[in-house]
């Protein structure tokens, strides 16, 4: 099927935030892993791609125009994320 633009999402990690956890974290990684956990939470036929833009199947294109994404993004925890991302001196 193809797959229609319905919208963009600033999913990535802040660098301000970063900045507030005050460690050295891979935020490359990090936002991967946000969009990773994004994408199971959209419903089928709806994918984000890296540069944020939203594409959906056109059955359900519709419903991706009406997602909240504050709230599924609210949903990550990405203090978590943010702990498993952390560089350590062999990884910098």
């Known amino acids: 099927m193809?797959?229609?633009?319905?919208?963009i999402v600033a999913y990535t990690v802040s660098a301000d935030y970063i900045?507030?956890?005050?460690?050295?974290f891979d935020s490359?990684?990090?936002d991967d892993t946000v969009l990773a956990e994004?994408?199971?939470?959209?419903?089928?036929g709806v994918?984000?791609?890296?540069?944020?833009k939203v594409f959906a199947e056109e059955a359900v294109a519709e419903e991706a125009?009406?997602?909240?994404?504050?709230d599924l993004l609210g949903r990550i925890d990405v203090e978590q994320i943010l702990a498993r991302s952390g560089r350590t001196?062999?990884?910098v």
């Open 2 to 7: 193809s797959q229609i633009e319905v919208g």
């Open 19 to 24: 900045a507030t956890m005050g460690a050295d």
């Open 28 to 30: 490359e990684t990090a």
């Open 38 to 44: 994004l994408n199971t939470m959209v419903p089928e």
């Open 47 to 52: 994918v984000v791609h890296r540069n944020g």
């Open 65 to 70: 125009r009406s997602i909240q994404w504050d």
């Open 89 to 91: 001196p062999d990884t």
